[in-house]
Nanobody
Framework: VQLQASGGGLVQAGDSLRLSCTASGRTFTNWVMGWFRQAPGKEREFVAQITWNLGTANYADSVRGRFNISRDKGKNTVDLRMNILKPEDTAVYYC????????????WGQGTQVTVSS
């Protein structure tokens, strides 16, 4: 399984940004795709996840209502649309995936930096 994340950058508070993750290496039926982030000096934290089959999404409290996760089965991509960005959203963002039978995300892409200036 390979995951390739893209779309990070430097934006101002209140702006929007879209991250994209391209997945390859297998079919992802019954798998779960997720986004995590790690800010400097902090542990990696969950941001959002979506089930490949039904598109059921879950969000961290800190981003619910501002971020939207979606997947495109035809393109094998998972996007994270981030709105009303705040300086505290600054982090390296990672996409990850796991089978629905696994408790842990065990495949990770490289990170993409998101920096939000105040």
């Amino acid at each position: 399984v390979q995951l390739q994340a893209s779309g990070g950058g430097l934006v101002q508070a209140g702006d929007s940004l879209r991250l994209s993750c391209t997945a390859s290496g297998r079919t992802f039926t019954n798998w779960v795709m997720g986004w995590f982030r790690q800010a400097p000096g902090k542990e990696r934290e969950f941001v959002a996840q979506i089930t490949w089959n039904l598109g059921t999404a879950n969000y961290a409290d800190s981003v619910r209502g501002r971020f939207n996760i979606s997947r495109d089965k035809g393109k094998n991509t998972v996007d994270l649309r981030m709105n009303i960005l705040k300086p505290e959203d600054t982090a390296v963002y990672y996409c990850a995936t796991r089978s629905s039978a696994s408790r842990n995300f065990n495949y990770w892409g490289q990170g993409t930096q998101v920096t939000v200036s105040s």
